[in-house]
Each structure stands twice: as structure tokens, then as C-alpha cells.
């Protein structure tokens, strides 16, 4: 055994613990605050990370939800979405994306993916059909999809856009913040989001007051004026406690953000030319949900790592239209995805990453391929 220090070493994926003394006595006194006033549910922390949240997006309306999933289920209920429906979605994203269209009843489309992992513009164009509805983006990995060119295309065809941008708070494209574009927009706050609660949360946006007064009665049972019941639906509502965390996370969201880019550019340099890393084209502002890059010799390279007491995660090893569920009648074309996800892997980028732990995750990558 060498006694150096290395064998000690461990980069940890995420670490979900409040440490900080001075943020931990933060959370604590919004949660006593919450404790005090008693309006447990739909309480005033709500309202206000709302209108928080529907601002920083530029949008009239925001409705705090349970989870991102159940924002993409109402969302795509509030646009009446349902069997005998398409809606084209990209083949690479957490099972969450695919999940919510098929509980609609309707039939997900399963687009191709850019080397930006990203969905290609071109390839959900080619899979328009008279039954197409809406298409539904995901800004993977923390950036936002070409959004321009995908709007184009939902505007050439009368489609709507749902944008999953459960990845992305705080990315941007072209100045536009992710949940801008699409006439609804859908976030997760759960903790391993880059702007999370201590549980799951949820928001979703739009400008379109219709749709807003549908998101707010399917968010309780479908029930409007209280008791009054206008289609079956979930209790999707937020805790005040989770919107009471996410107020004051919401001050440092920004700083998080920052951290996340500085350390996607120092790996950026220390593994250039080494394996694919992430690229930012002008106009583009990514948040970094995960740092991916696109690796040869992935299991050798994973049993590396972790030998070196460095986690990492492939996010996700199976496309949505390779899950069981999924497989035998999944519609759409995907052989960019198909390459890609067998090359994909997420390495340490939370905010809490030392510069010397980027260095030595740097360092252990370019020792296996030397
Ligand atoms: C996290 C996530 C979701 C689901 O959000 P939950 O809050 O975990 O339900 C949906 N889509 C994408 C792309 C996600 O990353």
C-alpha cells in the first residue's frame, strides 16, 4: 500500500448537507417561521416564491407544484393533452419527461440528440405528424436547446412547446432565461437540482391566463371555488415549508450558478483534448446541472475514479425509449442518443468542489488515458 495521502482522497457527487453554520440558522428560522404562522400548505411563502420565481422568468404566472414531474403532468393536462395525442420529446432524460406524456394517455415521440446532448431541431421537425400536439424540450445538463429554431418549427406546424427546463434554473440562450420560451414551462426545485429544497418541489410557468386558472384547479384535485370539481386530478400542491427554503436559496442561487461555471471551466482547460467536455457557443449561459463529458473505456474509467475515491454517475445510462416500459412501441429516431449514451458520463461539479479537488479529478483522468 502507498501511505500517500490520495488513497484518503474522496470527491463526493453531491453532498446535500447544510453546513454552513450561517445558512443552516437561515433555513432553520424560515422553517420556524412557517411552524409559527401555521399555514402548512398553499401558506404565504408560496404566493411569494411564485411571483419570485414567475419574475426572474419574465412570466405572468407561476403554480408551485408537489414535484417536476407532477409540473410536466399538469402542465401537459392543463394544454388538454390525451389519448390519441403525440407529443415529440427528446430520446436522453430522466424517465420523468417520458412518464408525464404517457400518463396523459397520450403517445410520447422519441427525437434525436445533438453532441450537445440537447434535442436536434432537424430530427423533431422529421417526426411531425397530423397528431402531433406539442413538443417538449429538455434543457439537459443545465442548457437551454436551440430555442430559436424549435420554436420555429412549433409555430410553422401549430404546435405547442412545454419546456422541461428541470435541469436549468438560471440558464439562458440568447439573453431569454430557460421557462421563457414555451407557452408553459416546468421546473424540479428537488435537492439535487442546482436551486433546490430540503424535499421535493416544483413550479410551473406560463403568460397565458386560461392555462394558469386550468395549472391552479388540476393542482388540487381538479377543484375550483374549494369544493367544486371540474376534471379528476392529483393533489400536486407545494409545502410552504419546501417554498420557505427555496426563498432563501433563491438569494444564493446566483453564486451557486457562478461556482458551478467556474468549475466547468477549469475542468474545460485540465481536460481539453483529453476527453469531450462540454461547450458553450456564443449567447449561451449554462447553469452545469452536470458537468458530462463523452469518455472512451467508460467502465474502466468509472472503476478508476472510484478506486481514487471519486464518484461519479452516468446521467442516464438508459435513453427513455430503451426503458422496458418504453422499448417495444417506443416511436421515434434516435441513433445520435443510441451512440451517445454509451459514452456519457457525469463527473463531480457541485458548488461545495475545491479547486484542488478539480485538480485531482483532472489529474486521475488524464492518468488513465496516459
Ligand atoms: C429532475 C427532473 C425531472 C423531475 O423532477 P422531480 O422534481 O424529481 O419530479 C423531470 N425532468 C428532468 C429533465 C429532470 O432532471
Given at each position: 500500500?502507498?501511505?500517500?495521502?490520495?488513497?484518503?482522497?474522496?470527491?463526493?457527487?453531491?453532498?446535500?448537507?447544510?453546513?454552513?453554520?450561517?445558512?443552516r440558522q437561515e433555513l432553520l428560522a424560515a422553517i420556524e417561521a412557517v411552524l409559527r404562522h401555521g399555514r402548512l400548505v398553499l401558506g404565504p411563502e408560496v404566493q411569494e416564491l411564485e411571483s419570485r420565481i414567475a419574475d426572474s422568468c419574465n412570466r405572468k404566472h407561476?403554480?408551485?407544484?408537489?414535484?417536476?414531474?407532477d409540473a410536466l403532468f399538469l402542465a401537459l393536462k392543463a394544454l388538454q393533452i390525451g389519448p390519441g395525442d403525440?407529443?415529440?420529446?427528446?430520446?436522453?432524460?430522466?424517465?420523468?419527461?417520458?412518464?408525464?406524456?404517457?400518463?396523459?394517455?397520450?403517445?410520447?415521440?422519441?427525437?434525436?440528440?445533438?453532441?450537445?446532448?440537447?434535442?436536434?431541431?432537424?430530427?423533431?421537425?422529421r417526426l411531425i405528424t397530423p397528431r402531433t400536439?406539442?413538443?417538449?424540450?429538455?434543457h439537459y445538463t443545465g442548457k437551454v436547446c436551440q430555442m430559436t429554431e424549435l420554436m420555429r418549427?412549433?409555430?410553422?406546424h401549430g404546435l405547442m412547446v412545454v419546456e422541461d427546463a428541470a435541469q436549468a434554473f438560471g440558464a439562458s440562450h440568447d439573453g431569454r432565461k430557460a421557462g421563457s420560451f414555451g407557452l408553459v414551462a416546468c421546473?424540479?426545485?428537488?435537492?439535487?437540482?442546482?436551486?433546490?429544497?430540503?424535499?421535493?418541489?416544483?413550479?410551473?410557468?406560463?403568460?397565458?391566463d386560461a392555462v394558469y386558472e386550468r395549472l391552479v384547479a388540476l393542482r388540487y384535485g381538479g377543484t375550483v371555488n374549494r369544493e367544486v370539481c371540474i376534471e379528476p386530478s392529483i393533489n400536486g400542491r407545494i409545502d410552504t415549508l419546501q417554498a420557505a427554503v427555496l426563498l432563501k436559496r433563491m438569494k444564493y442561487v446566483d453564486d451557486v450558478i457562478k461556482r458551478r461555471r467556474e468549475?466547468?471551466?477549469?475542468?474545460?482547460?485540465?481536460?481539453?483534448?483529453?476527453?469531450?467536455?462540454?461547450?458553450?457557443?456564443?449567447?449561451?449561459?449554462?447553469?452545469?446541472y452536470t458537468y458530462t463529458i463523452r469518455v472512451d473505456r467508460r467502465s474502466d474509467l468509472i472503476a478508476h475514479l472510484q478506486e481514487k475515491g471519486i464518484e461519479t454517475k452516468i446521467q442516464h445510462p438508459y435513453l427513455m425509449p430503451q426503458q422496458p416500459y418504453y422499448r417495444d412501441a417506443a416511436r421515434g429516431?434516435?441513433?445520435?442518443?443510441?451512440?451517445?449514451?454509451?459514452?456519457?458520463?457525469?463527473?463531480?461539479?457541485n458548488e461545495k468542489l475545491t479547486r484542488a479537488d478539480v485538480e485531482y479529478v483532472v489529474e486521475c483522468i488524464r492518468g488513465f488515458y496516459n
Open positions: 500500500m502507498r501511505g500517500d495521502l490520495d488513497l484518503e482522497r474522496r470527491v463526493a457527487f453531491l453532498d446535500l448537507r447544510v453546513n454552513d453554520e450561517g445558512a407561476a403554480v408551485g407544484v408537489n414535484s417536476g414531474t403525440e407529443v415529440i420529446t427528446t430520446a436522453l432524460s430522466w424517465i420523468a419527461t417520458a412518464n408525464a406524456i404517457a400518463l396523459t394517455g397520450a403517445t410520447p415521440v422519441f427525437a434525436d440528440i445533438r453532441d450537445d446532448l440537447n434535442i436536434d431541431p432537424d430530427s423533431v421537425a400536439k406539442a413538443i417538449l424540450p429538455v418549427i412549433a409555430e410553422q421546473f424540479s426545485m428537488n435537492p439535487m437540482k442546482v436551486f433546490g429544497a430540503c424535499g421535493e418541489s416544483g413550479m410551473v410557468l406560463t403568460d397565458d468549475i466547468a471551466s477549469w475542468y474545460n482547460e485540465g481536460l481539453s483534448g483529453v476527453v469531450d467536455t462540454p461547450k458553450e457557443a456564443d449567447g449561451e449561459f449554462d447553469v452545469y429516431s434516435f441513433s445520435n442518443a443510441e451512440r451517445l449514451v454509451e459514452r456519457i458520463l457525469c463527473i463531480p461539479a
